[in-house]
């Protein structure tokens, strides 16, 4: 597969055309920003563990019957992924109150919910993606009431199987965002990526927070926790 021109550069990857029209090739990158990129920054070696942890856990959940964009590994900190148009949606499971949420509702972090809750923002950082519910994303024509059924159905699902995979690690599960991205049959498939960027992990003894918590809320030792996250779950 050649790699060719460069789509599109977003804050934490860049996108590459190739000569199959149905595969394109993402680069992850140490850039780290926050608050919709008013916080900007560098972890050492995040590209490379982002990429890997991705495509550790993108493999595992095909086996378990979610649909991936995953096609291979190509290097340290570049994957070849099918080509889709991304769902403008952000799809966040969480299993405990943290972060917006916390903030959101004038809640204490750490309340352990019974079931997990769902929420879907609007990817659109000139908006600052804000919240948006079923109704609004379907009259804005985001999605349709079929894609956003068989969205929500693959996110608990993967909530499911992270979950167990990351306890196994000693690794509490608190809340993840996904991203979806459609084929061009309209299959709905999981996109984008799986990685303490995108998740908060926090350890099941200590309750020390091993995601990009650290680098949102400076808490020293980002680089540190990213390091823990691989050597948990990919063992180095
Ligand atoms: P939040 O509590 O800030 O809404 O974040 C919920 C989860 O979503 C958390 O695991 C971090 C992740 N997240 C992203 O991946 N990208 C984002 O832009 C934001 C705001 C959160």
Redesign the pocket.
């Known amino acids: 597969m050649k790699k060719l021109e460069q789509l599109y550069e977003g804050k934490a990857k860049k996108v590459f055309a190739t000569d199959d029209p149905a595969v394109v090739i993402v680069s992850y990158k140490d850039d780290a920003t926050?608050f919709?990129g008013e916080k900007r920054g560098t972890i050492l070696g995040k590209g490379a563990i982002n990429n890997r942890m991705t495509n550790h856990l993108m493999r595992k959940l095909e086996a378990a019957g979610i649909p991936t964009h995953l096609v291979e590994q190509l290097s340290d900190r570049e994957t070849a992924v099918k080509k889709v148009s991304i769902v403008p949606l952000?799809v966040?499971v969480?299993n405990i109150s943290?972060?917006?949420?916390?903030?959101r509702y004038g809640v204490k972090e750490g309340i352990v919910f019974d079931a997990p809750t769902i929420e879907f923002?609007y990817k659109n950082d000139e908006l600052g993606?804000p919240l948006i519910n079923s109704y609004q994303a379907v009259a804005l024509k985001l999605a349709t009431w079929d894609e956003i059924e068989t969205i929500k159905k693959y996110a608990f699902a993967v909530n499911d199987f992270l979950k167990a995979e990351l306890l196994a690690c000693g690794i509490t599960l608190?809340?993840?965002?996904l991203e979806f991205g459609k084929l061009p049959d309209g299959t709905i498939i999981l996109a984008d990526e799986i990685s303490p960027?995108?998740?908060?992990f926090w350890d099941v003894e200590t309750g020390e927070k091993l995601?990009?918590?650290r680098f949102r809320r400076d808490l020293g030792n980002v680089e540190g926790a990213y390091q823990e996250m691989a050597r948990r779950l990919l063992g180095k």
């Not at 943290?98 to 903030?103: I, R, T, W």
């Not at 608190?174 to 965002?177: A, G, I, L, S, T």
């Open positions: 926050a919709n952000e966040i969480r943290a972060g917006s949420f916390a903030k923002s993606d608190v809340d993840f965002k960027d995108t998740c908060r995601d990009k918590d």
